[in-house]
């Protein structure tokens, strides 16, 4: 086998790796003791590396069989292969490096955000500085630099939250109306167990956050090594489940959270059943998403009938809505409707509650013309004086014409339920008419921010829904705040 100059040039990568069959080698081995400049490229390799970019446009010749060229193919291959692999190698440890820099720098100013507020709480007992205004910037403040912190977690981490049951979230509307009714009940003396309680349970769970932070903010600032930290994100998690559980309980019933005992998910579902007339069966619960709010809620789905919500604390129906379908037939009166609506408010109340219907009319669903709907607002009251609602948020329930069932309901969202309306001992210990406030002409049953229960205020009707300075206490005459849930 004679072989040519180019093609023993060729050659020159496969015969260095002594990959060449025993033929092809002779050959080569032939040429080289006769071609002094092939020798030469041989013995020094220089000039290959040129001649190797032009092999893509040569021919090989028909004396090389396809295996060589094969192996030429596979040699190159792994050449580029090599470089790419390093270059994407050299891109995500960059890209690495600069998100861990990142993660390290919003780190930095989430430490520092949340440092100084457990001091900064002092202030709700500070009659000499009220002003709480600082105190919640800061707080918004520590909001965003959570959330900034967790733009920059790498997968590891992202993976690790996922699986948390507060994703970095505190609700901050609760928790500043947490301070605010703190700081009013010690500045008016009605300052309780429950409150020094949750007092230091906030200072707690700050305390411990910042322990969790700088430990973990010393780990950050230590070299080359804090690229490989993880965030401890199950430690940091834990803080946000206790706060945001803490300033629920606290605003909704004032009460501590080891003072409240959610029902079983047995017992809810028989309650729903219940209530909407379903075989327990039938009923799917699943616990719902604490970063909607309440974080005992449950939703609930009952196939082909309905789809809604269930506080798991005290069992209230929160909404239920029905699956739309065409029907035929007369519809029902109003008085045979109001029959039927006081029959689902029993179910749902219990038969205690005293209650004014108030027909809101009847309309036709978006879904078909001959959906014929009746809608109610339920006004629960206490010895004649009705809960007064802001915003128009009141409950409301939407009957089936034809049908008499629930298409839509919807509880009041301020007040956690009506069930315990009658056992309240609600008294008029200042009379209207000697309560000298300008503009106090009425009086409402409230669901009080103050105390967590029904309460029978003088109110003001011309102010906005629910602001300052609207209501006033029939028991002491002293200020009184509406809740209003999420403001």
């Not at 001649?51 to 580029?80: A, F, G, Q």
């Not at 809505?321 to 035929?328: A, C, F, K, R």
Request: charged share 25%; aromatic share 12%.
């Amino acid at each position: 086998m004679k072989l040519e100059h180019e093609v023993v040039l060729d050659l020159y990568l496969l015969y260095m790796e002594n990959e060449l069959s025993p033929a092809v080698k002779q050959a080569v081995d032939a040429h080289l003791s006769e071609c002094e400049a092939c020798s030469n490229t041989y013995q020094t390799g220089e000039g290959f590396f040129d001649h190797k970019k032009e092999l893509e446009n040569k021919e090989v010749p028909n004396t090389v069989d396809d295996k060589v060229w094969l192996k030429i193919r596979l040699t190159r291959y792994k050449w580029i292969t090599a470089v790419l692999i390093a270059i994407i190698l050299t891109l995500l440890v960059t890209d690495y490096k600069s998100g861990r820099e990142k993660l390290m720098l919003e780190f930095e100013n989430y430490y520092r955000s949340q440092e100084l507020l457990p001091v900064m709480f002092n202030i709700v007992k500070d009659q000499e500085h009220s002003d709480l205004e600082y105190v919640q910037g800061t707080v918004h403040q520590f909001f965003e630099a959570t959330m900034a912190l967790e733009e920059h977690i790498n997968f590891i981490e992202r993976y690790q939250l996922d699986k948390t049951e507060y994703y970095f979230c505190i609700n901050t509307s609760n928790f500043n109306s947490m301070l605010e009714i703190m700081q009013f009940r010690f500045d008016q003396g009605m300052w309780s167990k429950t409150d020094e309680a949750a007092y230091k349970a906030i200072h707690r769970y700050f305390g411990d956050l910042n322990q969790v932070a700088t430990t973990q903010y010393r780990k950050f600032k230590h070299g080359y090594s804090s690229y490989f930290e993880l965030l401890d994100v199950e430690e940091l998690d834990r803080f946000y489940k206790n706060i945001n559980i803490l300033s629920d309980s606290y605003t909704r019933f004032h009460k501590l959270p080891e003072e409240l005992q959610p029902m079983g998910e047995k017992e809810l579902t028989k309650m729903v059943a219940q209530i909407l007339g379903v075989n327990e069966k039938k009923v799917e619960l699943k616990k719902e998403s604490t970063l909607n709010g309440n974080p005992y809620t449950y939703q609930f789905h009952i196939e082909g009938k309905y789809d809604g919500l269930i506080d798991g604390l005290n069992g209230q129906l929160l909404e239920a809505h029905s699956y739309p379908t065409e029907l035929d037939g007369p519809t029902l009166s109003r008085e045979e409707t109001e029959e039927k609506v006081k029959d689902h408010v029993e179910k749902i109340y219990g038969s205690n509650l005293a209650y004014t219907l108030v027909p809101m009319g009847i309309n036709t669903s978006n879904t078909s013309k001959d959906y014929k709907l009746y809608s109610f607002n339920i006004v629960p009251n206490y010895k004649g004086y009705p809960l007064y609602t802001p915003l128009e948020q009141g409950t409301v329930m939407i009957i089936n014409a034809r049908t008499g069932e629930i298409n839509m309901f919807n509880h009041n969202p301020d007040v956690p339920s009506y069930k315990d309306i009658e056992k309240q001992h609600i008294e008029i210990a200042v009379p209207l008419e000697t309560l000298n406030k300008q503009g106090v002409t009425e009086t409402v049953m409230i669901y009080s921010a103050i105390t967590g229960k029904f309460e029978l205020v003088h109110m003001n009707p011309s102010l906005d829904y629910f602001e300052k300075g609207k209501f006033y206490s029939a028991k002491t005459g002293m200020e009184e705040w509406i809740r209003v849930d999420g403001r």
